[in-house]
């Protein structure tokens, strides 16, 4: 970056879905963005210098990624990356980043496989490992109920959380009582979504806990199934749910809202990759 960039400002990417099918969802994290960097600039920037955002879409499409994260090293003005939100994408941006050597910080879950290259690549996300440790210790300590039943897709994310749910009940007293699995690009998965949900009134018991391990739509779309055929059982949902508008969820629009008690767990410590 030459010396007429520098007094610029200092310029940092930004790169995530900002139109497309996840646009509300990067507008909604690019907004928390923005607040924290008017903040800084409104208190005198970093060394009097103000922080510029370069905004970049990648549409949450790994190969319009990889081009804008191209046009990213192309421009020369960015000291650094943040972004991007899936983890395809994460990882076709991050190959460029890496071989052009600017600092990247992915907002992408934590098991994505990145390089553990230190200098280059890092994660705001603790992995799922990690995450399933928490929600038990939390289950059994903070909520004092020793049962669960999970509710997961069976993609990447799930299937990962999941196998690290099952180990660590194994060695604890926490009972599994049961499980259900969904494939998020079924096309009838209203129907999938409708049988669970189904199961569940059947079979769960009402003092057990509910996991649902799923993206952000799909997420709420259970919540509002839970909500409406009034299942009390407490829910725990795992994985960033900050795009769910709970007002979309009509609550107010059953005769008799159930006794919902739903938790919200999004951990975000700063380990590296």
Known sequence: MDTAQQEEGIHIAVIGPFSGSYGSRGKSWLKGINLHVDHINQHG???????????????????VARRRAFEIVEQNQAVAVLGHDDPHCTVNGSKVYRQYRVPAITLSPGDIPLSRDKYWCFRIFNNSKTKAKFVLNYIQHVIAISAVSIIHENQHFGKTFFSNIQEIIDQS???????????????SIERTFAEIIRQIQKKQAHDAVLIIAANTFQGGQLIELIMQKE???????VRDMSGISFNALEMSSLS??????????????????
Do not use: Y
């Open 173 to 187: 007293n926490i009972e599994l009582q049961h499980t259900w699995s969904f494939n998020p690009n079924d096309t």
């Open 256 to 273: 008799h809202p159930p006794n919902l008690k739903t938790w919200m767990v999004r951990i975000s410590a700063c380990p590296l990759c």
């Open 45 to 63: 920037g970093i060394h009097g210098k103000k922080i510029v955002l370069d905004i970049f879409d990648d549409r949450n499409e790994k190969l």
């Open 231 to 237: 299942i009390t059982n407490p829910v725990i949902l």
